[in-house]
């Protein structure tokens, strides 16, 4: 099955600025919305932001105005500009894809629901 790949994490200090990449890998017909969710230690997994295909975005209001979804359809890849950054958004950072057509030997296959790996951003005071 379709993996996506997350990466981009790391330890930041309170204010700066990290951007988060997440890849659809495998032979890609289309992909339909991604999203990146977050999920603090000893807290429920949160919606940030999703992308439709078509760019349209949505954000949690937290993170309006600092945050910024994007993606690269050639790449298959989204990606999640995050400006001053504060320590409470220490968190496991997921992309999502809710829906993806893969192709094999001419054959399509739709996954739904496909989650990255996850990583790690963690931001220090």
């Known amino acids: 099955q379709m993996q996506p790949v997350d990466s981009g994490g790391g330890l930041v200090q309170s204010g700066v600025s990290l951007r988060l990449s997440c890849a659809a890998s495998g032979t890609i017909f289309s992909v339909n919305r991604m999203g990146w969710y977050r999920r603090a230690r000893g807290k429920q997994c949160e919606l940030i932001a999703l992308i439709s295909s078509g760019g349209t975005t949505n954000y949690e209001d937290s993170v309006k105005g600092r945050f910024t979804i994007s993606r690269d359809n050639a790449k298959n890849t989204v990606y999640l500009q995050m400006n001053s950054l504060k320590p409470e958004e220490t968190a496991v950072y997921y992309c999502?894809?809710?829906?993806?057509?893969?192709?094999?030997?001419?054959?399509?296959?739709?996954?739904?629901?496909?989650w990255g790996q996850g990583t790690q951003v963690t931001v220090s005071s």
């Open positions: 999502n894809v809710d829906q993806v057509i893969t192709v094999k030997r001419g054959v399509k296959t739709y996954q739904y629901d496909r």
